[in-house]
């Protein structure tokens, strides 16, 4: 062996030592600095390069270059995924883990499940007690169904961002009807409803009545006449709130929706009804919500009466003086006399015309019992006492 080898085989041996000596430096300093995270990250960092710190914010890293050896060629490396941004549960964060566990080592909770929370959420344990309903998993002390006890990504600790973590007790209420309610296909459900308790059915955060009206405030605004479930906030005995299978989301349709308080209209023993009656189309003539105008009708008559029948008066030489009141002679709904007349012919025309004048005309003699409108017709006509064209020639030889 000569004088070359044994210098190297020295040196090789010298290296060796110092490197387990520097090894057994690094793991004494671990051990000394604990488990502490901070500390780890500062002797890792004075030993190595490129350690991440466990405090770093969620700043978007700009994209690598990577430079390689082929002449002129830069590729761009992908940065990292950014680490989304942790909402943490205080005592979690402080590593305070006998607030809510019976020891640091243990899984074991201080108290019954949704009494530890109450523990520090006072004001929400009281806002719980003095309500009327209240949400099951609150009830049931399950806080974890919507809430991670540690830490989440979502605000408030929620387990799932969103309408998504109703539904994962609750069925799609939008999957009910092809008729989707505007506020809920395009909103949360935490906008109308308390996720705890509340006093008010549905656990609605306030009234239905002021539900609706967050949005639909202009459907009694300056009315005079408004209809009184809709005055007394009872939106949802005609409505569904979320969806449903008929226009407006009316839970029935406007016929049975209307009976079910209306219930004598229309009457099956009537001999006439009104054909929008018979048919159930109820708006035809009526607002549902409110209306300047009595019995919520959408215009007064005949104005009304003539978006269904020919307007007779707009060409008539002569006209009944009553003709303009509709509803002095006709029903609007249902009658027990033909033509839906407010009552039998002889005693309605008996209103206007005292049978002792009637008498006096020499054209009505022998026609006692008779109707009125077999000579006269009752709205319009050329002649001056609306005798029907087979009536005149009868009445002028009556005179002669």
């Given at each position: ?49 490129g ?11 700009a ?24 909402v ?43 309500s ?6 609150v ?94 906030g ?29 219930d ?43 978006d ?63 109707s ?29």
């Amino acid at each position: 062996m000569n004088l070359k080898t044994i210098t190297d085989n020295f040196l090789n041996r010298q290296w060796k030592r110092i490197l387990c000596g520097l090894a057994g430096m690094l793991c004494a300093v671990l051990i000394l600095s604990g488990c502490q995270t901070e500390s780890k990250q500062k002797w890792l960092t004075f030993f190595f390069d490129g350690v991440p710190d466990p405090n770093a914010t969620n700043q978007v890293v700009a994209p690598q270059i990577l430079i390689t050896n082929v002449p002129g060629q830069v590729t761009a490396v992908p940065a990292p995924p950014v680490r989304p941004k942790m909402v943490v549960h205080p005592p979690y964060a402080q590593r305070d883990c006998t607030v809510c566990h019976e020891s640091q080592y243990s899984q074991k909770m201080q108290g019954k499940p949704g009494e530890v929370c109450f523990t520090c959420h006072k004001p929400l344990q009281q806002s719980f007690v003095a309500s009327k309903v209240k949400h099951q998993p609150v009830m049931e002390g399950d806080c974890k169904s919507c809430h991670d006890p540690h830490q989440s990504v979502n605000q408030k600790l929620l387990v799932t961002k969103g309408n998504p973590l109703c539904l994962s007790c609750h069925d799609d209420p939008l999957a009910a009807g092809k008729i989707k309610h505007q506020a809920v296909e395009g909103g949360s459900c935490l906008d109308c409803h308390a996720p705890h308790a509340t006093n008010f059915k549905g656990l609605l955060k306030k009234s239905a009545k002021d539900t609706c009206a967050d949005c639909h405030e202009d459907l009694t605004a300056k009315k005079k006449f408004v209809h009184q479930p809709v005055a007394d906030g009872d939106c949802l005995e005609c409505h569904t709130p979320h969806a449903g299978k008929i226009k407006g989301l009316l839970k029935k349709p406007v016929k049975e929706t209307c009976a079910s308080c209306h219930d004598d209209i229309p009457n099956k023993k009537s001999k006439s009804i009104h054909q929008p009656v018979g048919d159930g189309d109820c708006l035809t003539c009526h607002n549902p919500h409110a209306a300047d105008k009595k019995a919520l009708v959408k215009k007064t008559a005949p104005t009304l009466c003539w978006d269904c029948h020919d307007n007779f008066l707009e060409k008539a030489k002569f006209k009944h003086d009553v003709v303009d009141d509709c509803l002095g002679c006709h029903k609007p709904h249902q009658s027990a006399e033909s033509f839906l007349l407010a009552k039998n012919i002889l005693k309605l025309c008996g209103d206007c015309h005292d049978d002792k004048d009637l008498k006096a005309v020499k054209g009505h003699a022998g026609i006692e019992g008779k109707s009125c409108v077999v000579c006269h017709d009752p709205h319009v006509g050329k002649d001056k006492f609306l005798l029907k064209p087979s009536a005149i020639g009868k009445e002028a030889a009556a005179g002669k």
